[in-house]
């Protein structure tokens, strides 16, 4: 029997819902999250929209068969078409248009790469934001992603669960260079470690600063001193239903690597071609580690209260955190 997870499900916060480069002008994509089935489609204009996938009208799924016209996707069934706003604009017959015919759609933010959606148990409006994060002088994003069972809170925790970095990961000399600070919906806090044979071979001591915003996107910002090497890790966590989650993990290296720092013999490839060697490299570590965890995600029980030891790290400080993103009657299990 699979442990039971004691975690609400759905906590309040921006989850990711695709990559910009899944969903083309035009594209319809038919999804599950929070438990429910949704409707991903991207406008003429460009605009993406995330909105319930039954039309109001006589129920038929905007997600097989429904296509987008211009700022509008239209169902199949009857031809409804409804804005990004989730109003019924138009109707085959020319009649009057039902007022009641509004689809929920969800508040979505689209910044480098992702496109993201918020959601909220009570349905609020977003009193808050991940970052945009500057695009140029980086690569694009390599990406992969896997259904597991799981939770964001658990995923995220792993951020600050110092005692596993060894045990699961085999990083060795771990030292925390910033204690774990909170503002709001925000978590940083900023480690060194150091793993034999991770990079072409060598050792290799790297340094780590977690941004969490909310518990569905962390962003790693990964430093390698000794090459002068710097990339972004983002770890993006949605859930699908009450047991499972949709994991992304992508990485982007800024474009301003010192090859000959790396390796003498790089200096002699072309810049380009050894941005795209590195960013691989990176990514394939990233993916190596979080597939590490899969087996303890899928398979573990959520301990509250915990039973903490010295060298576990702010498990306890990041708990304290994650409950604000919970509506309060749920919170006296978090």
């Known amino acids: 029997m699979k442990a039971e997870n004691l975690l609400p499900p759905f906590p309040n916060g921006w989850y990711a819902v695709s990559l910009s480069q899944a969903l083309p002008v035009g594209g319809v994509r038919p999804l599950q999250f929070m438990g429910e089935q949704v409707v991903l489609f991207r406008t003429q204009g460009g605009e993406p929209c995330l909105v319930d996938a039954y039309c109001p009208h006589l129920g038929a799924h905007l997600g097989y068969g429904g296509a987008v016209v211009d700022e509008t996707i239209r169902c199949p069934f009857h031809g409804f078409c409804y804005d990004t706003n989730g109003r019924c604009v138009s109707t085959?017959?020319?009649?009057?248009?039902?007022?009641?015919?509004?689809?929920h759609t969800y508040p979505l933010k689209e910044c480098h790469g992702l496109i993201l959606a918020y959601h909220h148990a009570n349905g609020e409006a977003p009193s808050w934001a991940p970052p945009t994060l500057?695009?140029?002088?980086?690569?694009?994003?390599?990406?992969?992603?896997?259904?597991?069972?799981?939770?964001?809170?658990?995923?995220?925790?792993n951020s600050v669960d110092v005692g596993?970095?060894?045990?699961?990961?085999?990083?060795?000399?771990?030292?925390?260079?910033?204690?774990?600070?909170?503002?709001?919906?925000?978590?940083?806090?900023?480690y060194a470690m150091s793993r034999n044979g991770a990079f072409f071979g060598r050792p290799v001591r790297a340094e780590f600063e977690i941004h969490a915003y909310g518990l569905g996107y962390s962003l790693v910002e990964l430093t390698v001193p000794t090459y002068e090497l710097h990339s972004r890790?983002?770890?993006?966590?949605?859930?699908?239903?009450?047991?499972?989650?949709r994991l992304r993990v992508a990485v982007q290296l800024r474009q301003d690597t010192r090859p000959a720092r790396i390796h003498p013999l790089l200096a002699l490839a072309p810049r380009s071609w050894v941005n795209r060697l590195l960013a691989r490299q990176t990514f394939n570590g990233l993916v190596r580690d979080v597939q590490q965890d899969f087996m303890i995600w899928q398979h573990k029980r959520y301990v509250q209260p915990p039973i903490l030891a010295a060298g576990d790290g702010p498990v306890g400080k990041f708990r304290i955190w994650a409950r604000q993103f919970y509506p309060e009657a749920e919170r006296v299990h978090v």
């Open 134 to 157: 500057e695009v140029a002088g980086w690569s694009s994003l390599l990406s992969q992603e896997w259904t597991l069972r799981g939770h964001p809170q658990e995923t995220t925790e």
């Open 164 to 190: 596993h970095f060894s045990q699961i990961h085999g990083y060795t000399a771990v030292e925390m260079l910033q204690e774990l600070v909170t503002e709001g919906p925000y978590l940083n806090v900023r």
């Open 233 to 245: 890790l983002f770890v993006l966590a949605t859930p699908i239903d009450r047991q499972q989650i």
């Open 92 to 103: 085959p017959y020319g009649s009057h248009i039902p007022p009641k015919a509004v689809a």
